[in-house]
């Protein structure tokens, strides 16, 4: 049978429900700026961690599967109890039910098949149990590797008791709806937001994205607002064909040009775009240290060809030592930030650029 139709009564003195808000580690501060949308219903906590906000909210949680710059949403309980064993006590128990209710109750029935508990000993006899009586009692399956319904439990840091989490969707919001065609090594959705607004988008922009891969950083800056013009250019014709994939399937297609295109010899006049992004070869999985010491150069040079005077510009580069000794020669080009971004153990770093 499932349970989860029916609303737990809200205690009357709680200032609303706990968050714990994931980001990629180095966005935190843009994270705080688009969490400023739901004003007095959503407020920040002082124990953030990095790649980590903490807040309170009173607002639909619905609401919260648009931030464009959050990994995942978790609902977060703390059980003061020495032990996860007394988390099967019918108090403990009612309160972590009550939590997976109110994720599946923003759904459709029938959105969550199979649940999955992400914990240190989670194939213990206790947490066994646990996670078997929460999928008994949700009408759901155990998933044995991963679940739409994902929930964690970790020591607290004061090691006295455990956190409590519930992902408020069925799969991270990193995962964005419309990447029907993924490549080796494609851009994470909130970092490519985060750099389009680093360029403070504006709808008069000529954009141009240099090495658009899968058209992330393209699709992206479209969906924040319009541009007068959209380019996206990449030599590979796979990349090519899966931008476009991505775009119609994103419904912003009309208003982007794909073009094969070189970055370092581009068929536009001088000083024709406002605005220039790009994810560049790390060297890892694309290219090499060796090709990057060439290819990096000329594309700084013909990027300040083609970009206006006072032009914006952000890239994504884990060449680090490269990037800052050519733009430290560079006459055109003005430093105005570096973020360094945690990739999933690859640290690159952003640079926010304009053209002097």
């Known amino acids: 049978m499932k349970y989860y139709n029916k609303r737990p009564a ?52 619905r609401a919260l599967s648009g931030l464009r710059l959050a990994a995942s949403v978790y609902l977060a309980r703390h059980f003061a109890v020495p032990r996860p064993r007394a988390l099967l006590g019918d108090e403990h128990l009612r309160l972590a039910l009550a939590d ?22 989670a194939d213990s006899a206790v947490l066994l149990r646990l996670k078997t009586e929460l999928a008994r009692r949700l009408g759901l399956a155990v998933g044995s590797d991963d679940g739409d319904l994902l929930l964690r439990l970790r020591r607290d840091e004061a090691q006295t008791g455990w956190e409590w989490l519930v992902r408020i969707s069925p799969r991270p919001l990193a995962t964005r709806s419309w990447r029907v065609c993924n490549m080796e090594g494609a851009l994470n959705g909130p970092v490519a937001c985060a750099m389009n607004l680093l360029t403070a988008p504006a709808a008069g922009d000529v954009y141009l994205n240099i090495g658009c891969g899968s058209g992330t950083l393209l699709i992206e800056r479209l969906l924040l607002a319009p541009a007068k013009r959209a380019i996206g250019c990449d030599t590979d014709p796979q990349a090519l064909a ?13 208003w982007a040009e794909v073009q094969p295109w070189d970055a370092r010899a581009l068929p536009l006049p001088d000083a024709a775009v406002d605005v220039i992004t790009g994810d ?44 800052e000794r050519l733009l430290a020669d560079s006459p055109v080009w003005r430093v105005n930030e570096t973020i360094l971004v945690d990739l999933g153990g690859l640290y690159p770093r952003i640079f926010v650029l304009r053209r002097a």
């Open 10 to 61: 809200l205690q009357p003195d709680q200032p609303g429900r706990r968050l714990e808000i994931v980001v990629a580690e180095g966005l935190e501060p843009l994270a705080r700026r688009e969490l400023g949308q739901f004003g007095r219903a959503l407020r920040l906590e002082n124990d953030e961690r990095p790649g980590v906000i903490r807040a309170r909210y009173t607002g639909d949680l």
């Open 100 to 121: 997976c209710q109110t994720v599946l109750r923003l759904y459709p029935q029938g959105t969550f098949h199979t649940l999955f508990l992400s914990a240190a000993g």
């Open 242 to 254: 899966c931008t476009r994939a991505n775009l119609e399937a994103a419904g912003v297609g009309q």
């Open 280 to 323: 560049l070869p790390f060297g890892h999985l694309v290219g090499s240290h060796a090709q990057n010491l060439e290819l990096y150069p000329a594309l700084l040079a013909e990027a300040a060809r083609v970009a206006r005077p006072g032009a914006r510009c952000a890239l994504l580069s884990h060449e680090v030592r490269l990037m």
